[in-house]
């Protein structure tokens, strides 16, 4: 009794309900069981187990979606200690996880399963960056390289949620690696596939334009200002193509409205605009599709052009509503694309009287903001405002001075700023011996990512020798971008990037001075790193420029 009692104490039921005898069985159970992805590929790999040395074992693997393994999709045996599994025998984009034992052998049962943590693979790209001014409210154009590896390009399918809709690539398209696809539904998020035959060629994802409702539309010959003084909270203006003028101290006080091009097309519709203040709480404005240059009587530029101010007195309490600038071009103002520094002194009893939570420029050119870096402000000047998510994405900035970001006030707010720069291209930026990137009090989060910078300081100036300063325990990150010729003086030394989190970072020279306008890469050859230096192994910079 005593010798059986032995015998059942030295074993265990495992998770099959198998009992097993942990001398024998553990000695070749697989060890170390890893996943690597690359592109269209997952290779899943082993060790031996501790005791399995000189063994010739064979191996089972599963590929399930669920951890419970009840949906395996694909299984493979192997005498090898990795295997290799490649699209479409797995789905891109979906999330899978791996199994691995050893078969019965002689006289041994199998072993038991080791599994795997998630993984999933991104799929081959050849889908070039989706650039925001070919999406409309029902369509979207979209471009990828033509070479051998996407020879019988045929489909694009679509997917909405549970919906897919697949689209045929003709012959011709496949080619000319383009193609324009309508019948879209507004304001819908897409994940867009291309496929030759059953295997992906590009994965990315977009989303179609809102169908704006306009509260007033206007011509030229119409009062922008009395329309903006009399909206209400929430109206969308439209203005049809023309050119506007605002040559008054323009204030939206305690409401939000909208500003859009009708043709959502900065090219044919402009504001000559003085200055815009955005005025207590509630105030917020959304600006859309617009030309908005700061020499509004035709012979001088304004200082700055959006003023962020409390009602009654400059520095009272305001709670702003969110800022919006999408599509359009800025440009022409002597000191500031924006002052958010009228906030009440840091050394009163309320330091965050101004807040922000949400300042956004997407799809827009800013440039000529302080070109000649005489004066003392920085682009955006958000000292005394708690500002809490500020995105600038999808843009170009050139020819601006001093830097780019201030916050260098001390703030007590427990909303710290998270600041995201991504896909932008920035040129010909820095003055007066500020930071280039950000002046920073208090503790941020800084996330520069998937951009190019070049050229600084402006001719004749210098720059702080270190890139940026924040607060103690900051994440400051600078990933995915390729970055030249950034000094701390015209032709002095190099700009320090010490501190930065930095990975996935290129210094290739693309031939841009101080005076360049036209940041394309089209003539990029075909094999340049910066084709695939995105996070989604896409070109870098702002995407208007990437072909």
Request: proline share 3%; with cysteine.
């Amino acid at each position: 009794m005593l010798f059986l009692i032995a015998i059942t104490g030295a074993c265990k039921r495992n998770i099959d309900g198998f009992v097993e005898d942990p001398s024998t069985n553990r000695a070749f159970v697989p060890a170390n069981l890893r996943v690597r992805t690359v592109q269209d590929s997952a290779i899943v790999s082993w060790n031996l187990g501790t005791l399995a040395s000189g063994k010739k074992y064979t191996y089972k693997v599963e590929f399930a979606t669920d951890t419970l393994f009840q949906n395996v999709e694909y299984t493979q045996t192997t005498d090898t200690l990795a295997v290799k599994v490649v699209d479409p025998t797995l789905t891109v984009n979906k999330t899978y996880f791996a199994r691995v034992r050893v078969e019965p052998f002689q006289s041994a049962a199998a072993s038991r399963w080791v599994n795997s943590s998630s993984f999933r693979i991104s799929g081959q790209q050849f889908l070039k960056i989706i650039r925001d001014f070919e999406i409309t409210e029902t369509s979207v154009k979209f471009h990828w390289q033509v070479n051998s590896a996407t020879a019988g390009i045929n489909k694009i399918a679509l997917i909405n949620g549970s919906n897919t809709t697949t689209v045929d690539v003709t012959a011709a398209e496949a080619q000319t690696g383009e193609k324009n696809v309508a019948g879209l539904l507004p304001d819908t998020r897409y994940t867009v596939q291309l496929i030759a035959d059953k295997k992906s060629k590009g994965l990315a994802s977009f989303s179609t334009l809102k169908t704006p409702v306009y509260t007033r539309t206007l011509s030229t010959g119409d009062n922008l200002e009395t329309a903006i003084a009399s909206a209400a909270d929430g109206d969308v203006i439209g203005l049809n193509a023309g050119v506007y003028t605002i040559s008054s101290f323009l204030s939206i006080a305690g409401k939000g409205i909208t500003i859009r091009s009708v043709s959502n097309n900065p090219l044919n519709t402009k504001i000559r605009f003085r200055e815009l203040s955005l005025v207590g709480d509630s105030a917020g404005v959304n600006l859309i599709g617009l030309d908005i240059d700061g020499n509004y009587g035709g012979t001088s530029n304004s200082a700055a052009f959006l003023h962020l101010k409390g009602a009654g007195a400059n520095g009272n309490p305001a709670a702003f509503k969110s800022i919006r600038i999408e599509n359009c071009w800025i440009h022409n103002y002597t000191r500031a694309l924006m002052l958010g520094n009228y906030g009440a002194s840091v050394s009163g009893t309320t330091p965050n009287a101004h807040v922000l939570k949400n300042l956004t420029i997407t799809n827009s050119k800013i440039y000529d903001i302080n070109p000649t870096g005489i004066d003392t402000y920085y682009v955006l000047s958000l000292e005394r405002l708690q500002i809490i998510n500020l995105n600038l994405s999808k843009s170009t900035f050139y020819n601006l001075g001093c830097g780019l970001i201030n916050l260098s006030w001390t703030l007590t707010g427990t909303d710290l700023p998270i600041v995201t720069i991504d896909y932008c291209t920035f040129n010909n930026i820095g003055s007066q011996n500020k930071y280039l990137l950000v002046e920073a009090a208090n503790k941020i989060t800084f996330n520069l990512r998937n951009s190019i910078l070049a050229n600084s300081p402006l001719q004749g100036q210098t720059i702080n020798s270190v890139a940026f300063k924040a607060g103690a325990s900051s994440v400051l990150n600078f990933t995915n971008t390729n970055f030249f010729k950034l000094n701390s003086a015209s032709g002095g030394p190099k700009l320090v990037l010490t501190g930065l989190a930095q990975s996935s970072i290129y210094e290739i020279d693309l031939g841009w001075s101080a005076s360049t306008t036209d940041f394309s890469l089209v003539s990029l050859p075909v094999d340049s790193p910066l084709h695939r230096a995105s996070t989604a192994s896409n070109t870098v910079g702002d995407p208007r420029w990437a072909y």
